[in-house]
C-alpha cells in the first residue's frame, strides 16, 4: 500500500499527512520493498548483509495490538531476537519458533554475537561464530541472520534493520553493567516475551559433558581419536583403554548370558511342543487300543466270530437218509433194530472210520 511522505511533521510530531489538518505540501507516494517471509525452505535463510533492508518509504510505529490485527497489510512486521545460540538445539528452535508465530505476518531476523564479545561478556563457546551462524541460517524459522550483532541494542540499530519489534525471554538479562540490558526496550514498548523451554539449555549440555567426561574420552578414544587432541595424559589414556577393554568383556559375557536365556526358552519351547504332542498321540493309541481290545472291542468281535465258524467247522450236521421218498436222519446204531438171539455185528478194530464212513455214506 502506498504511504505518503512529507517533509514536515505537526507540533505532537505526527505527520501532516495523517492529522487532522489538510496536508499544505505535496506528497509523494512510495511503496515498501521490505523483504518478504520466505515461502521454500530450498536454501538456508541469507545474511544481512546479503539481504538489507533498501525500503525508502516510513516505518510507522506500531503496538502490539496493532501488529496482531495484522496491521500493516502492506508489510511484514519485523521482528528481532538476539543470542549466542551455543551448542544450537530444541530449546533456541522453540524460542524462534515463537518469535515468529508472534503476529500473522512476521519477519524474523536473528541476530548472533561474535566470539569476541561472547567471550568478553559470557565466556568461552564451544562452537565458533562461523558454526553458530550456519547452524541459525538452517532454522525453518529464520528469515534473516544478522553477523556480529551488538551485546546491548542502540537505536542506530535498530533504525538500520527497521526492527518494530524485540522477542526474548521476560526473565531480566544482567550483564555488561546493566541489571537488564532489554529495559530501554521494555519501556519502549518494542518488547515482546517469549517463554523458556524447562530442562534444556546449553549450560545443561555442557554440565553432562563434564559430569561424565571420561565416559565421552573413552568414547572418543575407541573411536579413533588421539590422546593429543582429547587433551588426555599418557596414564589417563591407558586407563581409559584398559576400562574400554573390561567393558568389551562385560559385553560379551552379557551377549552370552543372553543367548543362554534364549537357548533355554527355546528348548522349553520345544519341549513343551514335544510334551503336548506325546499326550495327543498318546490319547489318539489309547483310544485306538480299546477300540480293539476294549470289552465291546473290533477284536473281540472278530475272535468270536472266527471261533463260532472253526466249532461249524470242527461238528458239521449229520447227513440225511432217504425214508419212505423222504430224506431222515440215519438212526443210531443203538437204536436200529435185530433179531433176537443174533448177535450183533461188531466192526474189527481198526475200522472204526470205514465203517462209519460206510453207515454214514452206504453205497447205491
Known amino acids: 500500500m502506498p504511504v505518503l511522505t512529507t517533509d514536515a511533521e505537526s507540533e505532537t510530531g505526527i505527520p501532516k499527512s495523517l492529522s487532522n489538518e489538510p496536508p499544505s505540501e505535496t506528497m509523494e507516494e512510495i511503496e515498501h520493498t521490505c523483504p518478504q517471509p520466505r515461502l521454500t525452505l530450498t536454501a538456508p535463510a541469507p545474511f544481512a548483509d546479503e539481504i538489507s533492508c533498501q525500503c525508502q518509504a516510513p516505518h510507522e510505529k506500531l503496538t502490539i495490538a496493532q501488529a496482531r490485527l495484522g496491521t500493516p497489510v502492506d508489510r511484514p512486521v519485523r521482528v528481532y531476537a538476539d543470542g549466542i545460540f551455543d551448542l544450537f538445539h530444541s530449546g533456541h528452535a522453540r524460542a524462534l519458533m515463537q518469535a515468529k508465530t508472534l503476529?500473522?505476518?512476521?519477519?524474523?531476523?536473528?541476530?548472533?554475537?561474535s566470539d569476541d564479545l561472547t567471550?568478553?561478556?559470557?565466556?568461552?563457546?564451544?562452537?565458533?561464530?562461523?558454526?553458530?551462524?550456519?547452524?541459525?541460517?538452517?532454522?525453518?524459522?529464520?528469515?534473516?541472520?544478522?553477523?556480529?550483532?551488538?551485546?546491548?541494542?542502540?537505536?542506530?540499530?535498530?533504525?538500520?534493520?527497521?526492527?518494530?519489534?524485540?522477542?526474548?525471554?521476560?526473565?531480566?538479562?544482567?550483564?555488561?553493567?546493566?541489571?537488564?540490558?532489554?529495559?530501554?526496550?521494555?519501556?519502549?514498548?518494542?518488547?515482546?516475551?517469549?517463554?523458556?523451554?524447562?530442562?534444556?539449555?546449553?549450560?545443561?549440555?555442557?554440565?553432562?559433558?563434564?559430569r561424565d567426561y571420561d565416559v565421552y574420552a573413552r568414547r572418543n578414544l575407541q573411536r579413533g581419536y588421539t590422546a593429543k587432541e582429547?587433551?588426555?595424559?599418557?596414564?589417563?589414556?591407558?586407563?581409559?583403554?584398559?576400562?574400554?577393554?573390561?567393558?568389551?568383556?562385560?559385553?560379551?559375557?552379557k551377549n552370552v548370558e543372553e543367548r543362554s536365556k534364549e537357548f533355554v526358552n527355546r528348548v522349553e519351547e520345544k519341549s513343551h511342543d514335544l510334551i503336548q504332542k506325546w499326550e495327543e498321540k498318546s490319547r489318539e493309541f489309547?483310544?485306538?487300543?480299546?477300540?480293539?481290545?476294549?470289552?465291546?472291542?473290533?477284536?473281540?468281535?472278530?475272535?468270536?466270530?472266527?471261533?463260532?465258524?472253526?466249532?461249524?467247522?470242527?461238528?458239521?450236521?449229520?447227513?440225511?437218509?432217504?425214508?419212505?421218498?423222504?430224506?431222515?436222519?440215519t438212526p443210531k446204531v443203538s437204536e436200529?433194530?435185530?433179531?433176537?438171539?443174533?448177535?450183533?455185528?461188531?466192526?474189527?478194530?481198526?475200522?472204526?472210520f470205514s465203517v462209519r464212513c460206510h453207515v454214514l455214506y452206504p453205497g447205491p
Request: with cysteine; aromatic share 10%; charged share 30%.
Open 103 to 113: 503476529f500473522p505476518n512476521s519477519y524474523l531476523l536473528v541476530g548472533v554475537c
Open 119 to 210: 567471550h568478553k561478556f559470557k565466556g568461552f563457546t564451544v562452537m565458533n561464530e562461523a558454526e553458530r551462524y550456519e547452524a541459525l541460517r538452517h532454522c525453518r524459522y529464520v528469515d534473516e541472520v544478522i553477523r556480529d550483532a551488538p551485546w546491548t541494542l542502540t537505536p542506530e540499530f535498530l533504525e538500520k534493520h527497521k526492527i518494530d519489534f524485540v522477542a526474548h525471554d521476560d526473565i531480566p538479562y544482567s550483564s555488561a553493567g546493566s541489571d537488564d540490558v532489554y529495559k530501554h526496550i521494555k519501556e519502549a514498548g518494542m518488547f515482546v516475551p517469549t517463554q523458556r523451554t524447562e530442562g534444556i539449555s546449553t549450560s545443561d549440555i555442557i554440565t553432562r559433558i563434564v
Open 286 to 329: 489309547i483310544g485306538n487300543f480299546l477300540e480293539l481290545f476294549g470289552p465291546d472291542g473290533a477284536w473281540k468281535q472278530m475272535f468270536q466270530e472266527r471261533s463260532s465258524r472253526m466249532l461249524q467247522a470242527l461238528s458239521p450236521k449229520q447227513s440225511p437218509v432217504k425214508k419212505e421218498g423222504f430224506l431222515s436222519e
Open 336 to 352: 436200529r433194530p435185530h433179531r433176537v438171539g443174533v448177535p450183533r455185528p461188531r466192526a474189527p478194530r481198526g475200522h472204526h
Open 230 to 253: 582429547l587433551n588426555v595424559s599418557f596414564i589417563n589414556e591407558k586407563k581409559y583403554r584398559f576400562q574400554n577393554q573390561v567393558d568389551k568383556m562385560k559385553e560379551k559375557v
